[in-house]
């Protein structure tokens, strides 16, 4: 069954025309870094379907029906994070308690919904400049890094460099280096409730980098690992009590297909319970 | 230099004499939870000094004066958390996030504090009974767990059971058990920028959990865990850019300290960068 | 493509006709616990292939080319870990490290192979009672879980308590509560250079557990989660070297698909680097 | 209470008249890096003590007395790592997993104490050049950075770089960036059973780098932290029963101080167990 991805763009930057870098940015994204983003993993992965979403439709896309819907939301923003209701980050951050997968890219890191969900200020340091960044991968065995090598590089990237203001990774996938001093966590990976999250850093809206054949294998990766292992339906703080059902259950262990403990094993306890070590230093 | 704790207390239970657990609450606790936390903390440790701060004082006592002079906050709430006010709550984690400690007791999981640094909802199971709870140690590298053995008993303690809706804890310290059957994760810690976050379960009420030894063995290993290793003194997103001396330094080892390599492995790449493993699975 | 699964058993106690405890194991598992795990897995998942290997087999059965054709092994051993030739062993973990998954079932907790991956001594504590076990899943967001509700009941186990001597799992996905009072993490991964491990408790010789359809699953769900996302041909501690291609990539991105900065960005740094904390504190 | 340091050095370099780099390193460590790193440590920090082994020592200096009186090993070797005798090996792992501190520098990734301890093989990337090397601090929530900045220089390193083959690291403390395009995780904590273990990259024979004050900083940081919170008598694999007593106490906690439940509360149980997530996806 298909997982379904729906990708969130601001999608402000590309209609800008007013500003310097609108030649650029529309000569990599014409119809917007999330179409280009979609359409290239439709055309690696046939596991997938795809849904859109940006920031000034109605609900910024983000209806009941399209989230009940999605399998895996993926979330790029910049200039107007202040922009997202907070009525949608509630239902977004809901949904991935629940077990919605979520993949947040590049300036995300300042997303109302990644700030929410991390509990941090997801703060960093950067610079705008277009500098060779060589990705490592540090996570062999992490099914985010299948078909990636030890290391790729990026011809251009934004520089982002540490202290990245994150909780401690789960899995910190890929570490990164720029040219001009500057090491940056640029892939890591995050749970919260039933839902997974995973962090990637490059995408400068003036950079070709969602047409970079192993970027887009990194996000397709993602995909497929952050897809929903169960949909908890409603998340609850509930009272809970054993049944007599559980209580017969523990005690009458034969009845349920156990075993009946020989009379002189169920019934006296006799051994001295030494602790595996004392109380005192 | 001695740790400044301040503990902060919902302080409502201990006052509300028209509840029919009043006589026991106020048996336990007649100035309130956090005195008796405070009384024994001082008792069992002269490095520490002790301020309080309640719900129902003017901002909840928690001024900046207060604030800029607490290395670690305890916290305990219950039936108010909708009470406390979110621009106490905002400068409170600010304050975690740049170092300041904390520690959450029992129905913290459910603090606007907790909650908003977590990013999870905190929810659990629980029942209010009067259970043997048995608290296994599950960390014994660690110096929350110093003095305390491979488990210890307490004879009645509201009982709280998985699924416990935080995100993975850094360190797993306790694991608890009930006689009705539940487990739950009781010692977990976190680190949230440059502060570090300590929650621990017992705690209910009409209980005299706060005059257990072991428990406040506990609360004191954590205060002296959690003080701050340095207080950041704002958090931002700087923009960087290496300084033209930092770019001498790199290629110039030899000014400051360093080696001057010999010409030939100065200027001659000449072995291949064979990858440790490649790109193609 | 199937996962290759090699389903190691030590297959002493289900041929020891002479224990008092023959008759039970006998009737549980007349084949070997191998075998009725092996053909659990095959009857519910069609994506996998299956083969045997035992401690009596010329090599353990784990010869080169049963390891080369191995995906994910697992390993059940209880009472001659001392005879696994120790050249096996260093096989195994070397496949383990290049990729190959891991699955430890229970008394596996102190085979040499599981001993010298955690590097720790698999120590625990234990009765052999036939007691009532409640296994609680705590990692809702995990592959392993799927399928998997909130916790589920094994009617008969032999009690495994803490503290177990191994490092921090990665993900603690179960926890185990026990009617005599004991609580264990009865279900962790791990991952070793490339390859993962996932140690799951329950699984004593005298019980019916490889019968029961829920343990079944979580191993299905672990082989699924375990199969290898590359195998590395070597391990090695190569010197590297940028190559004059590097280099040039470096300081040209715009020869590469970059782009070239303009020249007033390219040569002045003029902003100062302003620590984002300061050395003091 | 003084911490008791013991710091070994293969100290095979320093003595090794013959190679073209013993004029170098004898400039930088006349005596070895044993006592270069011990004379700091101690001018530094009153609360410690410091004993010196060597591998061509008797027992290489580990004696069972030495390490009786040893809180925290430090642990340098490059050259003879095949020389040190297994069964020192094994009795210093077993002090770590029995509570003793260990900080592994430099080459000592591929010592027989690490890789036993990690149970990976500790390879990595390298090159040895004197490389402008700037160490990236990520936790500043950690002891170990205290008086640590968000980054350092240091002026010449020999380069190491991913993939470094080690299990994941509890705590993530420096990055390491050098000029030629290379990162490494530098400063990585992990904890075997009650002990705590520290890997600091820094530290090439031919560098002056254990003179080097931030260098140094770290690693007087790390003794205090990895110092011992306990350390257990004897590693052991015991069958624990709950006594009399033990079964007495959780069914009557009101003769421990506990609360006596009312009786319809202590007898029925009546509401149904309705779990957080069901079993069926």
Known sequence: MSIRVTIWNEFRHEQK??????PLIHSHYPEGMHKAIGEHLL???????VAYATLDMPEHGLTDEVLDNT??????????????????????C???????GLIVLHSGHHSKVFKKLMGTTGNLCWREDSEHCRVFNVAPYHPITEGIGDSFVIDGEETYTEYFDIPKPDDLIFISWWKGGEVFRSGCTFTRGAGKIFYFQPGHETFPTYHNPTVLKV??????WAKPVRMIEELKCPMVRPTEEDI?????????????LPANERHTWTATREPYFPEEK
């Open 17 to 22: 025309t007013e500003s310097k870098w609108y």
């Open 43 to 49: 055309a690696m992965d046939n596991d997938i379907d």
């Open 71 to 92: 399998d895996v939301l993926v979330w790029w923003g910049h200039m107007a994070h202040q922009e997202v209701d907070d009525a949608i980050v509630a239902k977004v």
């Open 219 to 224: 996000i397709d990766n993602a995909v497929h």
């Open 94 to 100: 809901d949904r991935v308690l629940r077990g919605m």
């Open 248 to 260: 017969h259950r523990a005690l009458n262990p034969e009845d349920f297909g156990g075993e009946k």
